[in-house]
């Protein structure tokens, strides 16, 4: 299918971005970034309800990243999108940059919907949001990425809890299920399953995926748009550091960067490979 090959082609170049961003900066969060790429893709060139001439557009959906860390991937989408020059995706992390290490929405960034970064706090302001568009009778929706460490959190479950009670079908959250936290494994840091039933348990209409698979990816997006009884959760299962092949499953590279010759051999290998 050409958009399948369109989407795997912007996401290619989108990991190229994160990693010339976090090798620029000599700090960051490469990991997790990578591993939730498509899931990113996927939505905001397909999915997402967005007009990047009109950021403050009343009836745009709403996109927060919770995992904030994560955000050389969110910049990359930006850019791409059309948001701003892409060439100030390499200011990341600089003193007065509008890309700070965790999104900041005081620093004028169009696009950017909400100061995140502060593990737990992403899916309550979601939550916020997705009600006020159901009480203002607006139709935007309303998408929120965690992390699975982000999980262990209590407010996230808090939110869970609101969002399944008003029937939020409105919002989506998306779990970057990569299975590795800053400590560890999320197993043994602090156990997530039965991770589905949990949702369910909640009222939360649940779709688990192979996270870098677009297929699934559309599909999913798909169902969560036609749910109309739930919020819906999509649990995507990936790869830390997805796409580099060294960084691939690997803890230390949740915030650590590559050095000038790592970085040479990852985008080669982005190059290539893809």
Request: glycine residues 10%; negative net charge.
């Amino acid at each position: 299918m050409r958009k399948i090959e369109l989407l795997k082609k912007r996401a290619k170049e989108i990991r190229i971005d994160i990693i010339k961003m976090v090798s620029q900066a000599g700090s960051g969060h490469p990991g997790g970034a990578l591993s939730a790429t498509e899931l990113m893709t996927a939505l905001y060139f397909d999915q997402l309800r967005h007009n990047p001439k009109e950021p403050n557009w009343e009836d745009r959906d709403r996109v927060i990243f919770s995992k904030g860390h994560s955000c050389p991937l969110l910049y990359a989408c930006l850019a791409e999108s059309g948001y701003f020059p892409k060439e100030e995706i390499l200011t990341l992390r600089r003193f007065g940059s509008r890309l700070q290490g965790h999104p900041g929405k005081d620093k004028g960034l169009p696009g950017l919907e909400a100061s995140t970064g502060s593990l737990g706090q992403g899916l309550s302001i979601g939550v916020g949001m997705a009600l006020a568009s159901k009480l203002s009778q607006k139709d935007f929706r309303v998408y929120v990425l965690l992390g699975d460490g982000e999980c262990d959190c209590g407010q996230v479950w808090e939110a869970i809890m609101s969002a399944g009670h008003y029937k939020l079908d409105n919002l989506c959250a998306i779990i970057d299920y990569n299975g590795l936290q800053i400590d560890g494994s999320t197993e043994e840091v602090m156990g997530l399953e039965p991770l589905v039933k949990k949702w369910q348990d909640f009222r939360w209409e649940t779709i688990e995926i192979d996270g870098h698979n677009f297929k699934e990816i559309l599909n999913a997006y798909q169902r969560a748009r036609n749910n109309k009884e739930a919020p819906t959760v999509i649990i995507a299962h990936t790869i830390k550091g997805r796409g580099v092949s060294f960084m691939e499953n690997k803890v230390d590279w949740h915030g650590k960067v590559p050095n000038r010759e790592e970085a040479e051999t990852a985008l080669k290998e982005l190059e290539e490979n893809g």
